[in-house]
């Protein structure tokens, strides 16, 4: 069984290296704290778009967490 792999993408329209990483950390930790609830083996890409930059944490959570439902909820069902 393999572990879900997440990927993030933070190009440079979102800031300086400064702003970048700080939506990087937050996103990662936001992940870091959802990973038990996703299914083995899906692999995530997150991109940030610019308005991250000025999002908080709380914000950068919800957003993400709806995404996330909405891709797992699309995601095909594979019968064992």
Excluded: T
């Amino acid at each position: 069984m393999d572990a879900p792999s997440v990927g993030f993408v933070v190009s440079k329209a979102v800031g300086n290296a400064v702003v970048r990483n700080r939506v990087k950390r937050r996103l990662r930790a936001i992940v870091a704290d959802r990973m038990p609830d996703l299914p083995a083996g899906v692999l995530i890409v997150v991109r940030a778009l610019p308005e991250a930059a000025a999002a908080d944490y709380a914000r950068l959570d919800a957003d993400l967490g709806s995404c996330l439902r909405r891709a797992l909820a699309r995601r095909p069902q594979v019968s064992p």
